[in-house]
Nanobody, 126 residues
Framework: QVQLVESGGGLVQAGGSLRLSCTAS????????MGWFRQAPGKEREFVAA???????YYADSVKGRATISRDNAKNTVYMQMNSLKPEDTALYYC????????????????????WGQGTQVTVSS
């Protein structure tokens, strides 16, 4: 069983920054794409960013230019640095591991991910 544990959320003023971390259990972390999703109250869970096993990165338009996703395979950890935070970034942020295989689905699609963390809350005050 894979476990994903997020950390780094908190309360920050608009314009501030946060670095979210997600540490995974298991010995094959480097083989998987990892993603960040978020869910605000009353809204669907949405894609934020992802990084493939070989380091290619993908971003939602809403965070492009403000978020940077990275990974440290030696630490089984994926990070997301978020800058210039806005009140609309307020949400519960989830880390997820993408399924492998050619039919696993789009890296942007939450259904393509099979393991999820419990989430870390990000609140941005105006």
């Amino acid at each position: 069983q894979v476990q994903l544990v997020e950390s780094g959320g908190g309360l920050v003023q608009a314009g501030g920054s946060l670095r979210l971390s997600c540490t995974a259990s298991g010995r094959t972390f480097s083989s998987y794409a990892m993603g960040w999703f978020r869910q605000a109250p009353g809204k669907e869970r949405e894609f934020v960013a992802a990084i493939s096993w070989n380091g290619s990165t993908y971003y939602a338009d809403s965070v492009k230019g403000r978020a940077t996703i990275s990974r440290d395979n030696a630490k089984n950890t994926v990070y997301m640095q978020m800058n210039s935070l806005k009140p609309e970034d307020t949400a519960l942020y989830y880390c997820a591991r993408k399924r492998v295989g050619t039919t696993s689905g789009s890296i942007y699609d939450r259904s393509a991910y099979d393991y999820w963390g419990q989430g870390t809350q990000v609140t941005v005050s105006s």
